[in-house]
């Protein structure tokens, strides 16, 4: 499985743009890239996913590097409810599969 | 439609009982799975399934049964519980795509499970 990197944790001002890296340099070609969140005391939460192009969705923008070795996940503008551990992971078809998490990236969103 | 609903929401058990996590979705979809996460950790998979009578082992299966007799149900049995197996299970549901690959997995609040 490809491994991920993500800062440990992160800040931010609500209603203010926030770009959350992802490295994932052992990445198949195959390997599609999901973002998931966890909200305090919820199950996580879908958020978006991609392969090659970036993808845009009502949540927010995956921006996916040429190269594939690393992706950001951009929410325009973020509000206190934005405040979670997002997890950045790498998913291959066709493999067994299986969803496996990181121990992610705790975001904090500042009134 | 409910998604993804799981049964109990808290439990505690003694150490040696067994007890069956209950898990149902009323999406039609293929795959299902159980995760376990302990406290200030990341998810980690235990079992999951891609169909009907279909199931196969994840990161941590071990302590854990589970079967797949319909689409809509996927229990998680502890067979004798551990303090070690306390911890918030969850469980999750996906479809497949039309070209390839799984939508977002969608995921049930949770089961809080104290062994004592």
């Known amino acids: 499985d490809a491994k991920t990197t993500q800062p440990n944790s992160m800040e931010s001002n609500e209603e203010e743009p926030v770009h959350l890296p992802c490295n994932h340099s052992?990445?198949?070609?195959?390997?599609?890239i999901h973002w998931y969140r966890q909200l305090p005391s919820q199950g996580p939460e879908y958020v978006i996913h991609?392969?090659?192009s970036n993808v845009n969705n009502r949540m927010a923008s995956l921006a996916i590097a040429e190269d594939r070795k690393s992706s950001t996940l951009i929410l325009h503008r973020a509000t206190l409810r934005d405040a979670a551990v997002y997890y950045c992971?790498?998913?291959?078809?066709?493999?067994?599969?299986?969803?496996?998490f990181g121990k992610g990236m705790k975001l904090t969103v500042n009134p | 439609n409910a998604g993804v609903t799981q049964t109990p929401k808290f439990q505690v058990l003694k150490t040696g009982q067994s007890m069956t996590l209950q898990c149902a979705q009323d999406?039609?979809?293929?795959?299902m799975s159980w995760y376990r996460q302990d406290p200030g950790m990341g998810l980690r998979l235990i079992h999951y399934?891609?169909?009907?009578?279909?199931?196969d082992q994840g990161e941590v299966p071990n302590g854990y049964n589970v079967s797949r007799s319909t689409t809509e149900d996927f229990p998680l049995r502890l067979l004798s519980a551990a303090p070690s197996q306390t911890s918030v299970y969850f469980c999750?549901?996906?479809?497949?795509?039309?070209?390839?690959?799984?939508?977002?997995?969608?995921f049930g609040s949770g089961t809080r499970l104290t062994v004592v």
């Open positions: 999750a549901s996906s479809y497949y795509l039309p070209r390839g690959g799984y939508y977002g997995y969608t």
């Open positions: 052992t990445i198949s070609g195959t390997d599609y």
């Open positions: 991609g392969l090659t």
């Open positions: 992971i790498p998913w291959r078809q066709g493999g067994s599969e299986k969803l496996v």
């Open positions: 999406m039609n979809h293929e795959y």
């Open positions: 399934s891609v169909g009907a009578g279909i199931t």
